[in-house]
């Protein structure tokens, strides 16, 4: 089996598909990196079908920490703990914490389970752009450098897994993702801090300012004012939460994320219509920020970034 002599392959999770290497052989995970063009300060999520795999990857599991595991894995959350040594410092870019994270998805499930190693898996996009939560979308950028995409459909969450870690024994959160901050502070019973952003040497590169980013500029806020300011555009794209914004000037292609306002919707939504909009030829992307609420933060943590390359705006 490809895995097993050290190949790299696609994998579907819940959240966005995933570039899948045998996490404890420092050929395959040095694969990954190379194939994502990924650099080695920006350490992998490793993937395991249980607790007791968790067991055998960290130091110690805190009683919150495993609390916390037992309510939401399989799901879409990232633990950081300390790490077991046999775990190579390739994985983890040397830090003392390793990522670690039970993927809610049947197939990705089943294959872990009959693996006697466990599997680190980054997104599978190329280093800096938008996450596939399709193997459509693995193929489009890396088909050409996988010998296998396993095909589990379309994410359910659409958006990466939330991160938190346990520094002084606080609940801290490193990247918002796809389980919000209210359910993670509800099962934690206690008010979960979010690390600070230090953009030039990130903890994790979620925290990196410009990620995510399509390839055509886009901005971030509100729509109606954004194409008044920018009437000099010719070609621009609308991705907005459930308004269509009709009678606009200039927009030749919009994306509603949710008619209904549904922010599950959204997020499944989310990388898919980034994608759609960034293959239209557009001179111009704006988006508008959903409710800072729930999964919304998640969703506008990833606008944000997106837009964050608009300081490169060019001139027509
Ligand atoms: O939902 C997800 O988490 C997906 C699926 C495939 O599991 N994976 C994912 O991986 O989003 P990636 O590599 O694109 O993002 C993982 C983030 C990065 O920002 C990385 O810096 C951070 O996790 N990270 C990984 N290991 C870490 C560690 N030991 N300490 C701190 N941050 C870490
Ligand atoms: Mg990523």
């Not at 990620?211 to 109606?224: F, K, Q, R």
């Not at 269509?244 to 200039?250: A, F, Q, R, V």
């Amino acid at each position: 089996m490809l895995l097993e002599q050290a190949k790299v392959v696609a994998i579907p999770t819940e959240t966005v598909y995933g570039l899948a290497g045998n996490a404890l052989d420092k050929a395959a995970v040095a694969q990954i990196f190379h194939i994502k063009n990924r650099p080695f300060f920006d350490p992998l999520i490793v993937h395991t079908h249980s607790l007791a795999g968790i067991d055998e990857l960290v130091q110690e599991f805190p009683v919150a920490a495993r609390r916390l595991a037992e309510q939401t894995m399989p799901g879409a959350v990232t633990l950081l703990l300390p790490k077991r040594s046999h775990i190579p410092d390739l994985v983890t870019s040397g830090l003392p914490n390793v990522a670690v994270r039970i993927p809610n998805h049947p197939l990705t499930l089943a294959l872990l389970s009959s693996l006697s190693f466990p599997l680190a898996a980054p997104s599978a996009n190329p280093f800096g752009y938008i996450s596939p939560t399709t193997a459509q979308h693995v193929a489009d950028q890396l088909g050409d450098r996988l010998p296998y995409i396993l095909d589990g459909g379309a994410c359910s969450i659409g958006i990466e897994s939330t991160i938190v870690g346990f520094p002084n024994q606080q609940a801290t959160i490193y990247r918002m993702g796809g389980m919000t901050i209210e359910l993670l502070e509800d099962l934690l019973q206690q008010k979960i801090v979010l690390a600070p952003q230090q953009s030039n040497s990130p903890q994790t590169a979620g925290q990196l300012d410009q990620h995510y980013s399509p390839t055509a500029p886009m901005l971030l806020g509100n729509i109606e004012q954004l194409i008044n300011t920018h009437s000099d555009r010719q070609r621009i794209g609308v991705l907005s939460f459930q308004n269509p914004y009709l009678h606009l000037p200039n927009v030749v292609e919009r994306f509603i994320l949710s008619p209904d306002g549904d922010m599950i919707i959204a997020a499944q939504h989310l990388f898919a219509a980034m994608r759609y909009l960034d293959a239209q030829h557009l001179d111009l992307i704006i988006a508008e920020p959903l409710p800072e609420i729930g999964l919304g933060r998640a969703i506008n943590d990833r606008l944000r970034r997106a837009a964050a390359k608009a300081t490169h705006f060019p001139p027509l």
